[in-house]
């Protein structure tokens, strides 16, 4: 059975307090993004120490180190380098604390429909080696702001790059959020694409708005099919992580979750929003039996 997880900056830049929020609500893992106010790529050695303290006093797992890399331009090959170097940071900090999986995406994509996959192609050919020695798994996110943004565009993204250490980290609303993947379902459609090779599930859900947008919603509310997919993902038998990512605020808490998950809007920031998706998360999973 997979197991729960949460973004810990999504509830709080304070680990401690996010970790003991994520412990309130059965989310055994730590997608660590940002901590204090950094981003993972930019923590210090003595921070990352700190981090894997307090994550083991937790009696917790990092699940992901939720970097930055490759939310860059195909073009701009000094940045490129820079980001190699972030990869390169992250596999060193993910090995700190006891993680295999670096998160990653495919170069802002700035909505262009056509793929420029012979150029997106070569500049990761060294990527597969960079993963090798240092003995990391690339989890290679659909992101609607990068080239690969769906489900088929991830799946002929890794099929192309035939990569053993890069897999797919499987977003159903960045899904939903691409001009090509909305009408597609989540389940089984765009799922089935990804699942060959899933190594790691992000948690929000989105709806489409009357102007054309498909911003993010609470969890339940949206087109992600998630009590679909969190079946599929139990009768498929995947045993990783399903890490919320929150994205929303609770001033967009709708109504009609008040009766039941309404005690839990506490907290500054999106704690209070986190608090209720964790809390829906967990009773889909029970649901599950």
Request: one cysteine or more.
């Amino acid at each position: 059975m997979f197991k729960l997880a949460a973004f810990t900056d999504e509830i709080s830049q304070d680990l401690a307090h996010a970790c003991g929020i994520c412990a309130d609500f059965d989310a055994g893992g730590a997608e660590i993004r940002g901590v204090w106010d950094t981003n993972v790529s930019d923590l210090s050695d003595d921070e990352v120490d700190e981090v894997y303290r307090i994550i083991q006093d937790h009696g917790m797992t990092v699940c992901s180190i939720a970097s930055p890399f490759g939310k860059c331009e195909l073009e701009d090959a000094e940045a490129w380098n820079t980001h190699l170097d972030i990869l390169r940071r992250c596999a060193d900090i993910a090995h700190a604390l006891d993680c295999s999986l670096v998160r990653g995406f495919v170069f802002w994509g700035h909505g262009r429909l056509e793929k420029p996959w012979d150029a997106i192609f070569r500049v990761f050919e060294e990527v597969p080696a960079i993963l090798e020695a240092n003995e990391i798994v690339l989890g290679v996110e659909n992101e609607a702001a990068c080239y690969v943004g769906t489900a088929a565009h991830l799946r002929y993204f890794l099929d192309q790059m035939n990569c053993d250490r890069m897999k797919s980290l499987w977003d159903p609303a960045n899904h939903v959020q691409d001009p090509e993947g909305t009408r597609v379902p989540i389940v089984p459609d765009a799922y089935g694409l990804v699942k060959p090779d899933l190594v790691h599930v992000h948690m929000k859900d989105a709806s489409p708005a009357p102007d054309g947008s498909v911003p993010n919603v609470f969890l339940g509310e949206g087109i992600c099919q998630w009590r679909e997919q969190l079946r599929a993902l139990k009768e498929d038998g995947y045993e990783g992580y399903v890490s919320l990512e929150t994205h929303v605020d609770p001033d967009d808490f709708p109504a009609g979750m008040m009766t039941r998950y309404g005690k839990y809007l506490t907290g500054e920031g999106r704690e209070g929003a986190s608090k209720v998706c964790l809390a829906w998360a967990r009773d889909a999973m029970q649901a599950l039996g």
